[in-house]
């Protein structure tokens, strides 16, 4: 017999995949498509308030980020899923590690760390579109801890620091 949940906690698992892979085209599907708007609240981890956007304008946000990142690794488990009719909510555990190498880092942001991790997890609502695929429509996350040099995350999207030539935020070890 199938069930369901595992068809909502593997939405959230490609959530991590999408961004680790830089796979914006995948990771867009993981989302209910324009013209909704996705609920999303990341204020434990920026202090920013809860927003909402389309998809599109989320991947514009996120992009510049992680590409600007040398590597990611998100990592989930020990998803809780409840369903109710054509809507579900998914508690996943996450931590999630970032990576800058730069031989200049420590010149940047006081710290030759090139590693910033959180950990703690995400609260997500799915809905179910037509064709019975679960799409998120809101994203939570909770913050417990952190770990490493932060100031990577802000150095990665600096484009004033960019290696000359190249195109690249930073430049690999």
């Not at 995948?26 to 990341?42: H, K, L, M, Q």
């Not at 009719?85 to 200049?104: I, K, N, S, T, V």
């Not at 880092?105 to 037509?130: C, R």
Request: net charge negative; glycine share 8%; with cysteine.
């Amino acid at each position: 017999m199938h069930d369901s949940r595992v068809d909502v906690a593997e939405v959230v698992y490609r959530f991590a995949y999408g961004i680790d892979q830089r796979d914006w085209v995948s990771y867009r599907t993981i989302f209910v498509p324009p013209p909704a708007e996705i609920a999303f609240d990341y204020s434990s981890y920026n202090g920013r308030p809860p927003s909402t956007m389309g998809v599109d304008a989320w991947i514009g946000i996120v992009t510049p980020l992680f590409t600007g990142l040398d590597a990611t690794q998100h990592t989930m488990s020990n998803a809780l899923v409840e369903i109710d009719g054509a809507e579900a909510r998914c508690r996943m555990y996450m931590q999630a590690a970032h990576f800058l190498w730069r031989d200049d880092l420590e010149a940047h942001t006081g710290s030759a760390d090139p590693e910033f991790t959180i950990g703690g997890y995400y609260d997500d609502h799915l809905v179910q579109d037509d064709d019975d695929r679960w799409r998120i429509d809101a994203v939570q996350l909770t913050v417990w801890w952190r770990r490493g040099n932060e100031a990577i995350m802000k150095l990665a999207t600096d484009t004033t620091n960019m290696t000359p030539g190249t195109g690249v935020i930073g430049a690999p070890r």
